[in-house]
């Protein structure tokens, strides 16, 4: 960690500084002057002397500052005298700067100050070319400054020109304000903050290198609006501020991007000002004893986080320069109001009484403190003899605004002398012998390193350095938790692309354990910068979304889920544990929990609330908050007892074991146990299409309007065998492209299906009319990850089922019904709550290969043959497991059911055209209904829970902004004597691919529940 120094102001008006390599406060003896204020850099300090003078205090160096002054002798060549200073009018001046049009005479330059001193006489610097430029300029130049200042008249002013070789800077420039200022602040970026008088606060917007000064001001409300805010202190991306009462306040959100930042914080402890370091480390003087406080603890992620504590250190002898030792236990002596609560009431004091106010140039304005003390004059006595011999330290040096013409022939001083210094009398105070009194700090050069811990708190001993912390037991803690980083964001408008953004989320911890966040995205839009934000407790689900080259996902909200037009990044972990920490939502998913798949394997469950169900207002689908458990599967199934099955693409069943997390949570938010390895293998397909031609026969070479001859099954995206990649950097090849057999349609012997033309339906024949053909080709890929599952061997699995019961049921067995991969029916026995695995498979004959089936309330168990008709099975009881015999029920007309879902009484249906059924007619006499109809159309899937609720998932739903696929929607309305419900309610669109609804408490009135308990009787 470099050397650097903490500057403090008594309230005597006395400099101190506090190195961070040191263990003593150091008075800067030599400036026989008092101070207000000051602020301090790595590389100077500014301070506000009591004649309400600005000075310059440069840090003592063995090599003196240079600084080259340049003028440029313009002539022009004629025939009679060659080149000669006859110029003509249209030119520019004899003695100019660079470009021309400043007139630049050698008797013109001025001297900053007395401090500085002319080293050499003109001389000329030979040159052979000369070039403009800059305009490109990347970076500031070494050692630029931005140096703001407020009048006694609340103006604000920039102090231009201030550099390494000029630390006192050129101009000064006034600053257009929406009102009068009392103080400011500058941060060491582009965010400078104020304090204007009725205690509001100002922002500073635009600041950039080609505008320091910034081009507008914004209001900020101040953090209690019964008290005015009285001081300000930014840093790079933080601001605090201290009200009227003294009360410490932080500000949320605070970036280059968003400067007015989007909330305030109440946080411990009484402050009468406050400093922001480098690093965002923040110093403060404690209101109750004026000691100086540091924030321990405060790193780039946790900018709030510790608490402030007293830095008590020793500090120079008043009679010399020999350190003296501070009694601990020293009585708190009455604390003088000079240089903040004086200065005040001086300036209320001059308004009020109508005196001309002072010149623009001659003073700085302080801050507008709680309570303004009667004005007084400070008794300053003589100065001892002893007291002006000393080391030598860095001088002050006095900066004028007013920019005053210094005469030439004055005694140059020396270059660290003093000038424009007016020279006070000073003696030793009755009870100099305490600790100091600070009345102002200043860390802007103090360099702190949070895991470099300072020697002024490991010194042991009555001359060490104590640090004591605030009384914050008895007050709740409040912290802000930030953590920042750059990530991808997906910009949805032309140019479509990827961007580098900045992204800091920002989570913040309340007084009785509540927690919110906030997401915020930090981008350029032509040069100008944007941001986006998103509130973490309004997410409602965060999804991977399957990228060939990155880990991408889409962040939804309720009003992004309406638009249909979410936040697309490239990162998932940390924000996706942020938004479940803002719910308070920890561990397993409970036993009532709503499971679902996307198309892309991934899985997610959703805790319903109460009102979900209520009538007639429940909470809304787009309201309901997804996260994400670990594993990969194709298809989940679940009850209310806690018993959960899944099947992955490779036909593979698993069960739930109770955990949580894994996958890309694992060592995150991850359970330590019940978390196993999971893997799956699917197929990727492209489709190899030829057309037919007299002279060739089927070639490659197809018509300028036909498909890609490699391309995807809708033909509109070209796939080639060495082009195609796995769906995601988490998929490998284990295999080669080999043709594929079995396709819808069947195909000849070498694999080719033949139409008349693309796209048509295909035929595994050629007839005299087909004149195109195509072929698949398939490549599996594997998938590793981790997860809360355990696989089930060894029969592999198309689909499976779970008996749906409400939570209260006490169920020795649990029936779980599956169709295996080649359409046999299969019962598994043995499955409990303890046992969700089950122990073997019973075969339940069937005549036909099955591919959907469904278990309903009252184990009545309904099936879907290949062929698209239904059936229904007779006799299924906890005594006879496997029930009795197949009921044939006819399939709509000229439809082909490919789904099926039964509830307690309600059987809904879903063809492969996407329109979804309606069993009518099913009782308990007649259980296998008699007809069907037809309820709504664009529906994948449906799922149907133990009360009968109804849940789809939509093939597309357009919204606001774009369309979605595989959208979770709701059916609203659904009662005992509304079955079939009324309208539907559309929830989060992230190609979800399969959802399971289970027990959600159904309120209804006290008729409605007798019937519906006597009709699940059967």
Not at 42 to 68: K, M, T
Not at 309 to 331: C, K, M, Q, R, Y
Not at 369 to 397: K, M
Not at 538 to 549: A, C, D, G, R, Y
């Amino acid at each position: 960690m470099p050397v650097s120094q903490l500057w403090a102001v008594d309230v005597y008006g006395q400099v101190y500084s506090l190195s961070t390599a040191g263990q003593q406060w150091e008075k800067c003896s030599n400036a026989h002057m008092e101070f207000k204020r000051v602020t301090a850099t790595q590389q100077c300090c500014w301070g506000i002397a009591f004649d309400n003078s600005v000075y310059l205090n440069v840090h003592a160096s063995e090599l003196p500052i240079r600084y080259q002054e340049e003028t440029y002798e313009n002539q022009r060549w004629n025939p009679v005298d060659g080149f000669s200073d006859h110029l003509l009018p249209s030119d520019r001046w004899q003695w100019s700067d660079v470009t021309g049009l400043q007139h630049q005479p050698l008797n013109g330059f001025q001297l900053p100050s007395h401090s500085w001193d002319w080293e050499d006489d003109w001389y000329w610097v030979t040159c052979f070319d000369l070039s403009c430029g800059g305009w490109e300029i990347s970076e500031e130049p070494r050692g630029q400054l931005s140096l703001w200042a407020v009048s006694l008249q609340g103006k604000v002013w920039f102090r231009d020109g201030v550099c390494h070789h000029n630390p006192e800077g050129s101009s000064w420039e006034e600053v257009p304000l929406p009102g009068e200022v009392v103080q400011i602040s500058c941060g060491p970026g582009d965010l400078v903050w104020a304090v204007l008088w009725d205690g509001q606060l100002i922002v500073r917007q635009g600041i950039s290198r080609d505008c320091p000064k910034g081009t507008s001001w914004v209001v900020v409300e101040s953090p209690s609006p019964e008290v005015g805010a009285a001081h300000v202190a930014v840093g790079t991306s933080v601001a605090w501020a201290v009200t009227k009462n003294n009360k410490v306040w932080f500000r949320r959100g605070v970036n280059s991007h968003n400067p007015c930042g989007s909330g305030w914080i109440s946080m411990v402890g009484e402050m009468i000002m406050i400093s922001v370091g480098l690093n965002d480390q923040v110093w403060a003087i404690s209101c109750e004893d004026r000691t100086v406080c540091f924030r321990q603890g405060v790193t780039s992620s946790e900018l709030t986080e510790g608490a402030f504590g007293h830095v008590t250190s020793t500090a120079p002898d008043p009679l010399g320069d020999a350190t003296f030792n501070l009694s601990i236990e020293a009585p708190t002596p009455r604390i003088p109001k000079v240089t903040s609560d004086s200065f005040i009431s001086e300036l209320v004091s001059d308004r009020e009484s109508g005196k001309a106010s002072r010149d623009v140039g001659s003073a700085i304005v302080q801050e507008e403190e709680e309570e303004a003390a009667i004005p007084g004059e400070v008794h300053v006595p003589p100065l001892s003899s002893n007291q002006s011999s000393g080391a030598p330290d860095p001088q002050w040096s006095n900066v004028d605004l007013e920019e005053t013409q210094i005469q030439h022939g004055q005694s140059a001083a020396d270059s660290s002398s003093l000038s424009s210094v007016a020279t006070y009398t000073f003696a030793m105070e009755d009870g100099a012998d305490e600790r100091p009194l600070w009345a102002w700090v200043s860390g802007g050069g103090c360099s702190v390193d949070s895991h470099s811990p300072l020697s002024w708190f490991n010194c042991s001993g009555t001359t060490s350095v104590s640090f004591h912390l605030l009384a914050e037991r008895v007050l709740p803690r409040q912290s802000v938790w930030v953590k920042k980083g750059a990530i991808q964001w997906w910009r949805d408008w032309k140019p479509h692309k990827w961007v580098d953004v900045h992204l800091a989320l920002e989570q913040f911890s309340g007084a009785e354990g509540y927690k919110d966040g906030i997401l915020f995205i930090y981008y350029n839009y032509y040069d100008e910068k944007k941001y986006l934000h998103a509130f973490i407790n309004e997410v409602t689900i965060l999804v991977p979304v399957l990228n060939k080259s990155k880990h991408t996902f889409a962040l939804y909200t309720p009003e992004r889920t309406k638009q249909r037009w979410p936040i697309r990044l490239a990162a998932l972990a940390l924000l996706s544990v942020s938004c479940c920490n803002s719910r308070g939502v920890h561990g397993p998913p409970s036993k009532q929990a709503i499971w679902s798949t996307t198309c892309n394997g991934d899985v997610f469950v959703s805790e319903p609330s109460p009102a979900l169900e209520a009538n007639p207002y429940p909470t809304p689908s787009d309201q309901m908050f997804w996260r994400q458990v670990g594993g990969h599967l194709r298809l989940v199934e679940c009850n209310s007892l806690g018993v959960v099955w899944g099947l992955g693409y490779d036909h593979t069943a698993w069960v739930y074991t109770g955990g949580y997390g894994g996958g890309f949570f694992q060592g995150l938010a991850s359970s330590t146990d019940n978390i196993y390895t999971q893997t799956d293998v699917k197929s990727v397909y492209i489709y190899e299409n030829q057309r037919w031609n007299p002279v060739s026969g089927y070639t490659n070479r197809g018509l300028p309007t036909d498909r890609y001859m490699w391309s995807d099954v809708s033909g509109l995206h070209e796939c080639t065998k060495t082009g195609t990649k796995p769906p995601s950097p988490q998929w490998t090849w284990v295999s080669d492209w080999s043709v594929d057999y079995s396709v819808s349609g069947g195909t000849d012997r070498e694999g080719w299906q033949y139409a008349a033309d693309f796209p048509a339906s295909y035929s595994g024949y050629k007839t005299i009319k087909d004149f195109v053909r195509r072929r698949r080709w398939a490549r599996k890929c594997k998938l590793t990850t981790t997860g809360p599952w355990q696989e089930i061997p060894p029969i592999p699995l198309s689909d499976v089922t779970i008996l749906p019961c409400v939570a209260q049921s006490s169920v020795d067995l649990v029936p779980v019904w599956a169709i295996g991969n080649k359409g046999d029916v299969l019962c598994r026995l043995g499955v409990t709550t303890l046992t969700p695995a089950g122990s073997s498979w019973l075969h339940v004959e069937t005549d036909q290969p099955f591919k959907s089936i469904s278990i309903g309330a009252a184990s009545q168990v309904w099936a879907i043959a290949r062929d698209g008709s239904a059936f229904h099975r007779g006799l299924v009881s906890p005594q006879k497991p496997a029930g009795d015999c197949w009921y044939h029920i006819p399939s709509p007309v000229e439809q082909k059911l490919k789904q099926i879902s039964v509830g307690c009484t309600s059987v809904y249906a879903v063809d492969e055209n996407g329109n979804l059924w309606y069993r009518q007619g099913v009782t308990p006499n007649c259980p296998q209904g008699s007809t069907w109809e037809h309820i709504s159309n664009n529906v994948r899937k449906v799922s149907v829970g133990p009360l009968n609720q109804v849940w789809i998932i939509a093939d597309k739903v357009q919204g606001s902004h774009s369309l979605s696929r595989g959208t979770v929607c709701h059916r609203l309305g659904v009662s005992p004597m509304e079955p079939k419900g009324q309208s539907w309610d559309y929830g989060i669109g992230v190609k979800t691919s399969a959802i399971r609804s289970v027990a959600a408490h159904q309120p209804v009135s006290q008729e409605e529940e007798e019937e519906n308990r006597n009709d699940k009787i059967f």
